[in-house]
């Protein structure tokens, strides 16, 4: 099955700052690439998406990359502001499983002021 | 509704006992689908359903968990003889058929004791 890995797990940045987070996916076959962010006891809410016939996209102050080759994607985040402080879930689906999810461990982020 | 709907919210039960958790995804979603989120961790597949019928099922830990979908809208996850390890966040989350973006509940806290 789909291994996916996540890091870092924890990661702390000042505000006004870029923060990055990457994952790697194990299954060649896999071709959707969402992230998840989640405030403390709440749900997970997608923040951004990519598909696997992109490289790239970028939303606002989010973007995220995709090598299909070295089967990796990263999360970038610039200009952090505190309310981007949460858990970042990292994830990967194929088509053909319906899209079931599966989700890195996580990474905490903290932009302090 | 709005959004996908669980309950109950938080669930404590004792050990052995039977438990029922239920998900009503939003109106017209296919897909549906049950993850569990143990503490620090990102949300472990379980079961996917696509209309009444389980189209994966890979994910369920035992024989003791099974879930339903009997009318292709509201689904209930079920665990026999639960135990201290079954203790999890619950999540259920839906999409469309021409999305694959997943909206998630809040999700049910169960607690074995």
């Known amino acids: 099955g789909e291994n996916v890995e996540q890091h870092p797990s924890t990661l702390s940045v000042q505000e006004g700052d870029s923060a990055v987070i990457k994952c790697t996916y194990s299954?060649?076959?896999?071709?959707?690439f969402p992230w998840y962010k989640q405030e403390l006891g709440k749900r997970p809410q997608l923040i951004i998406d990519i598909r696997s016939n992109v490289g790239e996209k970028k939303d606002q102050r989010i973007a995220v990359t995709l090598n299909k080759t070295a089967k990796h994607f990263s999360l970038h985040i610039t200009e952090t502001q505190p309310e981007d402080s949460a858990v970042y879930f990292c994830a990967a689906s194929r088509a053909n499983s319906g899209y079931a999810l599966n989700f890195g461990k996580g990474t905490s982020l903290l932009v302090t002021p | 509704g709005a959004g996908v709907s669980q309950t109950p919210s938080n669930k404590v039960t004792e050990k052995g006992k039977y438990v029922e958790l239920r998900c009503d995804p939003i109106?017209?979603?296919?897909?549906l689908y049950w993850y569990r989120q143990s503490l620090g961790q990102g949300p472990e597949f379980l079961i996917y359903f696509q209309g009444t019928g389980a189209a994966d099922d890979s994910g369920l830990p035992n024989d003791r968990f099974f879930a339903v979908r009997p009318e292709g809208s509201v689904s209930t996850l079920k665990i026999q003889r639960t135990e201290r390890g079954d203790s999890a966040v619950y999540l259920c989350?839906?999409?469309?058929?021409?999305?694959?973006?997943?909206?998630f509940g809040q999700g049910t806290r169960l607690t074995v004791v």
């Open positions: 109106s017209g979603h296919t897909a």
């Open positions: 299954d060649s076959a896999s071709n959707y």
């Open positions: 989350a839906s999409s469309s058929q021409r999305n694959t973006e997943a909206f």
